[in-house]
């Protein structure tokens, strides 16, 4: 049995949205942690600015997920960071 040859490939548009999204979520997440980097060098004061993003983020992604994927997220957050002992 030939191949056909004549077959045309149509691009996929789902894998391409998901992928631009993808690239969308790695730069917001890029830049909002140089500007926390930044807040914590202008006020000395990691510690607050931790608290402060963590706050936001837990309290948003509360209202937006529900708990129990608020949890399981920052669970696989902190696991991460375990595991690749990342230098944020």
Do not use: H
């Amino acid at each position: 049995m030939k191949p056909r040859v004549n077959v045309i490939n149509f691009p996929d548009r789902i894998k391409q949205r998901r992928d631009e999204k993808a690239k969308i979520y790695t730069s917001i997440r890029d830049e909002i942690e140089s500007v926390l980097n930044k807040y914590s060098r202008y006020y000395n004061d990691e510690w607050a600015v931790v608290l402060a993003a963590g706050r936001y983020s837990s309290m948003k992604l509360q209202q937006i997920e529900g708990t129990d994927s608020s949890i399981d997220f920052f669970k696989k957050c902190i696991e991460t960071q375990e595991n690749k002992n990342l230098n944020l």
